[in-house]
């Protein structure tokens, strides 16, 4: 999946985009993992976070507070996670920059403890 024509960001349902801006989307994920998880993607379609324009940088990181906001007044979380996933090492599975806002839940895992550390089992507690 190399091109906007075979991404899914590019051709978004339009029942998921929660906040449609020049630069970037608020979405919801179509697989989430907990209740109001949510993406913030570029409009542009570009694989890897580090590519990012400093506008684009800007705008992710505001609509990353924006979607905290919304998710606190609607499904009031416990916590958060935010986190990105860079190259098919690190997980990325959809090559365009995306941006997890993951709401968190007192007792949704059995110990949450190392949080994104996580990814790595075995490697979170400390």
Not at 53 to 63: G, I, V
Not at 80 to 107: D, E, K
Request: net charge negative; with cysteine.
């Amino acid at each position: 999946m190399n091109s906007p024509t075979e991404c899914p960001f590019c051709a978004l349902d339009p029942a998921r985009i929660v906040e449609d801006g020049p630069l970037v989307r608020i979405v919801l994920d179509a697989y989430p993992v907990s209740p109001g998880h949510t993406l913030v993607i570029t409009r542009r379609h570009v694989p890897d976070f580090f590519e990012v324009t400093p506008e684009e940088r800007t705008a992710l990181l505001e609509a990353i507070w924006r979607a905290r906001e919304r998710l606190g007044h609607v499904y009031r979380p416990d916590g958060f996670n935010v986190g990105v996933n860079i190259g098919s090492a690190a997980g990325q599975t959809v090559p365009h920059v995306h941006v997890h806002v993951i709401p968190r839940y007192c007792g949704d895992v059995p110990e949450p403890r190392g949080g994104v550390r996580g990814v790595i089992p075995g490697k979170a507690d400390y």
